[in-house]
């Protein structure tokens, strides 16, 4: 029998959070991360962090949109090529998460640690952030709108119910139109159960 495929979620961080381990050679690592719709919102926030640590040496980032490689990006900021900005990113995507920002706040110590070193303390930094902050899961949706008759509406709300549908707006005129939202898998068979019944009656946009 073949198992029912779970609807797509987003995994992020459920709020903003930061966290600080302990020094390593007299050097601060301060993670700092929270969860962003854009990358606009991302830069914002690195800009946000690097303006409240104005005597730090570094504050590398990490953030990731999606999976896809233009929604990825990092930065060592100035430490050795991937030493902080690499180990984490790899920290969000082992994580899967998405729709997330993390920035590491270096204060020297004025002990070099080397490569490895720093890349664990980067990496180490952003985990304890994004530990502090939980992670929250939501469905993964997409708008969709139709329009009916009055005598139809009992039908369509009953058709809705066996999917994983969100009801954003409504408007009660001369017709009833829905604004709803809805996993982009699930729609088109919506579609065909709801035409199905009510012979196309329903008008979709």
């Known amino acids: 029998m073949t198992q029912p495929v779970a609807p797509p979620t987003l995994r992020r961080?459920?709020?903003?959070?930061?966290?600080?381990?302990?020094?390593?050679?007299?050097?601060?690592?301060?993670?700092?991360?929270?969860?962003?719709?854009?990358?606009?919102?991302?830069?914002?926030?690195?800009?946000?962090?690097?303006?409240?640590?104005?005597g730090a040496r570094?504050?590398?980032f990490a953030w990731r949109l999606s999976d896809q490689p233009q929604d990825l990006r990092y930065s060592d900021d100035g430490e050795p090529t991937g030493s902080a900005g690499t180990p984490m990113m790899r920290i969000l995507e082992r994580r899967g998460l998405e729709?997330?920002?993390?920035?590491?706040?270096?204060y020297y110590g004025g002990v070099k640690l080397g490569t490895g070193g720093l890349a664990r303390a980067y990496g180490e930094a952003a985990a304890a952030a994004?530990?502090?902050?939980?992670?929250?899961?939501?469905?993964?949706?997409?708008p969709f709108e139709?329009?009916?008759?009055?005598?139809?509406?009992?039908s369509v709300e009953d058709s809705?119910?066996?999917?994983?549908?969100?009801?954003?707006?409504?408007?009660?005129?001369v017709e009833v139109w829905l604004s709803l939202r809805a996993p982009a898998d699930e729609i088109p068979r919506?579609?065909?159960?709801?035409?199905?019944?009510?012979?196309?009656?329903?008008r979709w946009s």
């Open 13 to 54: 961080p459920a709020r903003r959070a930061q966290a600080e381990l302990p020094p390593i050679h007299r050097s601060r690592f301060i993670g700092d991360c929270a969860p962003i719709e854009d990358a606009e919102a991302a830069m914002a926030f690195v800009r946000e962090i690097r303006a409240a640590h104005l």
């Open 160 to 173: 809705l119910k066996g999917f994983n549908v969100t009801r954003v707006e409504a408007d009660y005129g």
């Open 58 to 60: 570094h504050v590398a």
């Open 190 to 202: 919506l579609r065909a159960l709801i035409d199905e019944r009510l012979a196309a009656r329903v």
């Open 99 to 106: 729709g997330v920002v993390v920035t590491v706040t270096r």
């Open 130 to 142: 994004l530990d502090e902050a939980g992670v929250i899961e939501t469905l993964i949706t997409a």
């Open 146 to 154: 139709l329009r009916c008759g009055y005598s139809d509406l009992g």
